[in-house]
């Protein structure tokens, strides 16, 4: 079993995208931050779920999907870290 840590950039990122989504619904931020955790969560008993990142391609450095986001994590012994959350269609690079 793992534990969860989230790196503060990737707590930005949550908050970036539930201050958009609420212009729309409060209701539907809400409820994007709480699958967000929740699928974080099972991570501490599955931490491998999630795919490799293919502009990484290292086994330790792994994503799972979510509507449109990427929440990526790195796998660092018992811990799992939650390192950025990003819209799918962002051109992202590993060095961000």
Not at 63 to 73: F, L, T, V
Not at 80 to 92: L, Y
């Amino acid at each position: 079993m793992g534990k969860i840590i989230w790196a503060p950039s990737a707590l930005e990122d949550i908050e970036s995208i539930a201050r958009f989504i609420e212009r729309d619904s409060t209701d539907q931020a809400a409820l994007f931050v709480g699958r967000i955790i929740e699928m974080t969560d099972r991570l501490e008993e599955f931490p491998e779920s999630g795919r490799v990142i293919p502009e990484i391609n290292q086994e330790d450095c792994r994503e799972i999907i979510y509507g449109a986001c990427r929440i990526m994590y790195r796998i660092v012994k018992e811990e799992i870290w939650i390192t950025g959350v990003v819209h799918a269609a962002r051109n992202w690079h590993p060095e961000q």
